[in-house]
Every structure is written in structure tokens, then in C-alpha cells.
């Protein structure tokens, strides 16, 4: 499964730009596995770990704590039968 927690691997939170940054905090990972677990279903890291340049790139603001590995962007597939 993953590397990092249970469900989550460091590729997942790596740059979409390719440069290898992937130093995401493991105090995020750790709240991402509890939320996960508390809903069930999985969720999927739609950005993570963005170096300076791709940030600027994607319209990210200055400082952004995706720079610092701080930050994820995530979502969940549920359906209304998940829910009920």
C-alpha cells in the first residue's frame, strides 16, 4: 500500500512538474490517514509538494505552504450510496 501511512505513498505528494520535490510533512500524511479512515473511502492527493517554479506556474500564491511540503489539495469519490 503506502510508504509513508497505511494508504499513502511519497509519489502521491511529489511536484506534478517532475523535479523530485516530495518533502511533504509527515504530521499532513498523518491527518490525511485519519481523515481517510474516519470516512472510509479513499482520497486522492490532487497536489502536494509544489517546488517554487511549478507553483507560479499553477497560479499558486507566494509562500505557499505547498512550497514548504504543508499543504495538500485532496478529494474524495463518494457516492450517495456511500453516504446512506
Request: charged share 25%.
Amino acid at each position: 500500500m503506502g510508504d509513508l501511512t497505511k494508504n499513502f505513498s511519497r509519489r502521491e505528494f511529489a511536484c506534478h512538474c517532475g523535479c523530485g520535490f516530495d518533502d511533504i510533512d509527515l504530521r499532513l500524511v498523518d491527518i490525511l490517514q485519519t481523515l481517510r479512515d474516519y470516512a472510509g473511502v479513499p482520497l486522492h492527493v490532487n497536489s502536494g509538494c509544489r517546488c517554487a517554479e511549478y507553483n507560479k506556474k499553477v497560479g499558486g500564491v507566494d509562500k505557499s505552504w505547498h512550497t514548504k511540503g504543508k499543504a495538500a489539495d485532496i478529494s474524495a469519490s463518494i457516492s450517495a450510496k456511500t453516504l446512506f
